[in-house]
């Protein structure tokens, strides 16, 4: 009688300890979520590894401005932004899943201040059209939105910003480009 009187008492002391570190807010729980890593610059974009549960860094590179004129101008002129090097040393794969990780202020639209761009793939750079014009009586339009790529966005964190293409990228040369920064973040998708 005595054994079993004990056994119950400590059935309830533990029954009593595992709903207090379930229920009350102050005890850790072993099954919480680990904490999402915070990219550490602002205006710094980081490649979000899921898998891994961290943030990887991109290719940096400062675009340069560069124009092209045809017959003296009068045959057209075509401006493009150029990144230096044929491809990117960041490399993913067409089926990975992309998603991109970068600071913001509080309450900011990231249709706003951040593009996914396709660069046009040169000889020994990469570009971005900019602006082109069809000589002194075609007109001027700007092209640099040619190469956007739709995203969509989420909150990452309480201060940043994730987006990922609306849809799987083809194989080529992209950047991410933020407002608040004078450089791009490349990396390159190659075929399966």
């Given amino acids: 009688m005595k054994n079993a009187n004990y056994r119950q008492a400590v059935a309830v002391v533990i029954c009593t300890a595992a709903l207090t570190a379930?229920?009350?807010?102050?005890?850790?729980?072993?099954?919480?979520?680990?904490?999402?890593?915070?990219?550490?610059?602002?205006?710094?974009?980081?490649?979000?590894d899921a898998a891994g549960a961290k943030l990887s860094t991109l290719d940096r590179a400062r675009l340069v401005v560069a124009a092209k004129m045809k017959a003296f101008g009068y045959g057209g002129v075509k401006g493009t932004l150029q990144a230096p090097g044929q491809k990117a040393a960041v490399r993913f794969t067409a089926d990975q899943k992309l998603e991109f990780v970068f600071q913001a202020q509080l309450n900011v639209d990231p249709q706003t201040i951040a593009e996914i761009v396709a660069f046009d793939m040169k000889k020994d750079h990469r570009e971005l059209v900019s602006m082109e014009s069809n000589g002194p009586f075609g007109g001027v339009k700007a092209g640099e939105r040619r190469g956007e790529?739709?995203?969509?966005?989420?909150?990452?964190?309480?201060?940043?910003?994730?987006?990922?293409?609306?849809?799987?990228?083809?194989?080529?040369?992209?950047?991410?480009?933020i407002q608040s920064s004078p450089e791009v973040f490349c990396f390159g998708v190659d075929a399966r």
């Fill in 22 to 48: 379930v229920w009350h807010p102050g005890v850790a729980h072993a099954q919480d979520a680990p904490k999402l890593p915070e990219p550490q610059y602002l205006g710094t974009v980081y490649w979000f």
């Fill in 149 to 177: 790529v739709p995203f969509q966005a989420a909150k990452y964190s309480e201060s940043s910003i994730k987006i990922s293409p609306t849809d799987p990228l083809k194989p080529g040369e992209y950047a991410v480009r």
